[in-house]
Every structure is written in structure tokens, then in C-alpha cells.
């Protein structure tokens, strides 16, 4: 059995009930120092956006600051990504159960889990989740770069700024609802949450949502072996 998804880690400990390591402290501190960039950006980008949400600006200290702090905001949450991304990467690599998983995506809706196949550390949602979150963040730092005037206004053409910021606002709105969709999922299946808050979950929540990786990780530690850092 491959352990592709196995991440540094990641381990099982026996008791009632039992407990699985999910995320590190590292990974953890991550994760929310992206989330709440992501957050960050969006309440600023808003702001910039239309004057009908200027008065967002005053969480910034004004129209000025907001205008200045938010690419260096969208920096951070760049690097911040791609620490997520070197840790998670090849446990998101797409297997042939993710498109069986994907296609009964109404027993998912349903909560028929026990129709679906068993999947790895992540399933076919989360995996576009992070897919997903990579490209847009891509888009948005490339394009955001374009008119970063401050730094880069010699670099560029006007008609590559008008280009970049429609390309930008599109962008931004897609990464909103990627965000929306991951938070609501986090929150719908319960036990998920703790996951990146306290680092474990029960062995009931991996059994039942990421059997496959559950299987590994015992599999793995009846084996002697340590987990096959992904990171």
C-alpha cells in the first residue's frame, strides 16, 4: 500500500477513544497565519474596491494605509501558501478514487458515506480546494505585481495595468468563494475543525471521513516504520 499521504507527523495513539495526529504545530501556525492574510485581503480589497464598502478602510487606519499595507499583505500570504503548499502538495495528488468520490458527489451531499471509497488524508473536495487556492493565489500576486505602482510602475503599460486589475478583481471574487466553500465544509463536517485548532481528531472521524489514510497510518506503525514525510 502506497503511503503517498502520509505526512511528518502523523501517527495513531491507542485509548478511549482513540486519538490521530492530523497536523503539526508548525503546520497549524501555517495555516492560520494564511487564513487570516486571506481574510486580511479580502476585507482591504473590498474596501479598495467600491465606495460603498470604503468604510472598511477604518480597520486599516484609513483609505491611505489600507492602499499600502494591502500588497504587503498579499506578500505574506503568498510565502505563507507556499510553506502550506511544500507541506501538503503531494497529499493532494489526485487518485483514481478522488473521481468516484467526485462522481457520487450527491451521496456526499447526503451524507451516505458509506457509498463512497475510501479515501486518503484528503478527499476530491479538498484536494480542488488546495488545487484551486494555488492557482488563484498565483494570479493574484502576478497580476497584483502589475499594478503595484510603488515598485513597478516602469515595468509596465497602462493597458497591461487595465488588463491585470479586471484579471485581479475575478481572481479575488473565485478565491473568496473557494474560501467560503472551505470554511463551510469545515464546519459541516463535524470534528474537522479541531483538526487544525488542537492537531488531532478521534480515530471515529478518520475511520468514517479518510479511511484509507487511517489504514496507512496503522498499517504503518504495525510495520515499525515512521511515516513517510510528505514534507
Not at 15 to 36: E, F, K
Request: aromatic share 14%.
Amino acid at each position: 500500500m502506497s503511503a503517498y499521504d502520509l505526512e511528518k507527523g502523523d501517527s495513531v495513539h491507542k485509548g478511549h477513544p482513540v486519538t490521530v495526529d492530523r497536523y503539526t504545530l508548525g503546520a497549524r501556525i501555517n495555516h492560520w497565519v494564511t487564513a487570516i492574510s486571506l481574510i486580511l485581503l479580502a476585507l482591504s480589497g473590498m474596501a479598495l474596491f467600491t465606495p460603498k464598502l470604503y468604510f472598511l478602510t477604518a480597520l486599516f487606519g484609513g483609505g491611505q494605509w489600507t492602499r499600502a499595507i494591502h500588497p504587503w499583505i498579499g506578500v505574506v500570504l503568498f510565502f505563507s501558501f507556499a510553506g502550506l503548499f511544500l507541506r501538503f502538495w503531494k497529499a493532494n495528488l489526485w487518485k483514481r478514487e478522488d473521481g468516484t468520490w467526485l462522481a457520487r458527489i450527491r451521496d456526499v451531499i447526503a451524507g451516505h458515506e458509506e457509498r463512497l471509497p475510501e479515501v486518503g488524508k484528503y478527499n476530491a473536495g479538498q484536494k480542488g480546494v488546495f488545487w484551486g487556492m494555488s492557482l488563484l493565489i498565483i494570479v493574484l500576486i502576478t497580476s497584483g505585481f502589475v499594478v503595484w505602482d510603488q515598485y513597478f510602475y516602469a515595468f509596465t503599460t497602462i493597458e497591461q495595468k487595465r488588463i491585470a486589475i479586471l484579471v485581479h478583481a475575478l481572481a479575488a471574487v473565485a478565491i473568496i468563494c473557494v474560501w467560503i466553500v472551505h470554511v463551510y465544509a469545515a464546519i459541516w463536517v463535524r470534528g474537522t475543525i479541531s483538526a487544525m485548532t488542537k492537531g488531532q481528531v478521534t480515530g471515529g472521524w478518520a475511520w468514517r471521513h479518510h479511511r484509507k489514510w487511517l489504514r496507512e497510518l496503522v498499517s504503518t506503525r504495525r510495520a515499525g516504520k515512521p511515516p513517510s514525510p510528505a514534507e
